[in-house]
């Protein structure tokens, strides 16, 4: 069973940074996608970024140029840069794991960007 930890979220004001990550464990296959994914309050959840075994990357057409997505040295973990944010980036953001057909889901981290 695979279980995804996010952290980082929090408050910050328009412009600012934050850095969200993603720590994996359980059974990990060999070849797998990463990625990041967010809902706004009333919206639908969208994809943000991923990452696959790879590296082949992904980003949301509103994002690019402002976020990056990346991997640490266990492979097993993921971050999301977050550079100048803006209200609109206001969600919960939640990682995602793909391997073998199958969807994880961590439980989410609340950024919100507001003065």
């Known amino acids: 069973q695979v279980q995804l930890v996010e952290s980082g979220g929090g408050l910050v004001q328009p412009g600012g940074s934050l850095r969200l990550s993603c720590a994996a464990s359980g059974s990990i296959f060999s070849f797998y996608t990463m990625g990041w994914y967010r809902q706004a309050p009333g919206k639908q959840r969208e994809l943000v970024a991923r990452?696959?075994?790879?590296?082949?990357?992904y980003y949301a057409n509103s994002v690019k140029g402002r976020f990056t997505i990346s991997r640490g040295n266990a492979k097993n973990t993921v971050y999301l840069q977050m550079n100048s944010l803006k209200p609109e980036d206001t969600a919960v953001y939640y990682c995602?794991?793909?391997?073998?057909?199958?969807?994880?889901w961590g439980k989410g981290t609340l950024v919100t960007v507001s003065s």
């Open positions: 990452i696959s075994t790879g590296d082949s990357i």
């Open positions: 995602n794991l793909v391997q073998n057909g199958m969807d994880i």
